[in-house]
């Protein structure tokens, strides 16, 4: 990826940290890294070829209603919503995501997900969709079973679901509650269930992930401040006034001394790997492996490339056939998350345990050793104003609102017009009103 040029320009970057560096021109290869940060080279998500439903509009409207539909959970209480909430960045701004119960790790942002090759924080899941399957099972998180999920598509989504994958089995004869990852008496109910009713159950099962995913791979983070920098400075255009002097400093460090863009690049600004930061472990928490453990869950996963219910063919999954499964590298490595929006998505790292962004800008500075494995990091010896100059940069990676419709016969300008959902949450597709309703800002 983009590893081989960062290495090079960081190691090549002469910076001044303060005063004239702000006036200082930039490199044509630094206006080239800057540029292959923006949104503007962010392009369509790539074919997901074992879900071939992934870029129908259809899957994509139904997958809306699921991922706002309490009914799929085990108390009728929990959505994808619950923690993936549109206003705060599809993520919740808690330290642990709290759904039936709290889980061990932070809530990662979906924003973009579509574009990754694993999903979670441990990559526990080889595609969208069958990312989007495990929290339905979680007791901390939906707390549902298969069969339940089954009957709730057949009571409130059969329309849509037979549209897209044709007619649902018949349902009548099995239990209400069962999985194979319940309750004891729900695992029992499951295993007396004939194998022709559990792979037809799971077949619903792994469509409603498949669904979930044509929607989520539609969400992508909003535009900022920096977006515009870029654009203008790629374009040969002023760039003067759209970033101050401090967040035009931070730019400098983050794509050179800074070597934040050795994990951070790519506009996502992640590189969807793992990596062992040094990371210090959640207090109370089970000891969390990383990506150690995750890449055994996703060759395990039923729902992987090369299970039954995917629709690639063997050739399709090499991320899975030629992953890297064993090696201290993977102890402790995690996936860095996108940096969009970062400013307003506190508590930080996988589990919530860095309060604060310049918390979290000290850590890399130091570079502690790591509680387990061996962290990548190298202590940086940036002073005080230099981390000031990166926190600033990463302000500007916060959307900017939507531009206001320009008035019209069909939207007047008034006083009385009521304001959409919040800047960055309107969903694709979806009417503003519609869109303020799963949000619950009007009745």
Partial sequence: MLRPAVAALAAAAVLTLCGPAAAQPWTEAERALIASLSLDRLGPPPPDPS???????RAAGLGRALFFDAGLSGGGAVSCATCHQPEKGFQDGL???????????RTIPVEGAGRMPWLFWDGRADSLWAQALGPLESAAEHAGTRTRYAHHVAASHRDGYEALFGPLPDLAHLPRDAG????EAERRAWEAMAPADRAAVDRVFANV????????RRLDPRPGRFDRYAAALSAGRPAAGILTAEEEAGLRLFVGRGQCVNCHNGPLL?????HNTGVPAAPGLPEDRGRAAGIGRALADPF???GPHSDARPEDCAELAFAVTEGEELVRAFKPPTLRGVAARAPYMHAGQVPTLAAVLDHYNRAPAAPAGHSELVPLGLDAAALRQLEAFLGTLTPE?????????DRPQTAESPPGPPAGSVLPGMPQERAAKSLGQVP
């Fill in 401 to 409: 609102p939507a531009p206001e419709p320009a008035p019209g016969p």
């Fill in 304 to 306: 992987n490339c090369l």
């Fill in 180 to 183: 194979p990852l319940g309750t």
């Fill in 51 to 57: 879900n071939r439903v992934a870029d129908d509009p």
């Fill in 270 to 274: 992640s590189d969807g790997h793992f």
């Fill in 95 to 105: 330290p642990l995501g709290r759904g039936a119960g709290t889980t061990d790790r």
């Fill in 209 to 216: 992930g498949k669904a979930l995913a044509a929607f989520q």
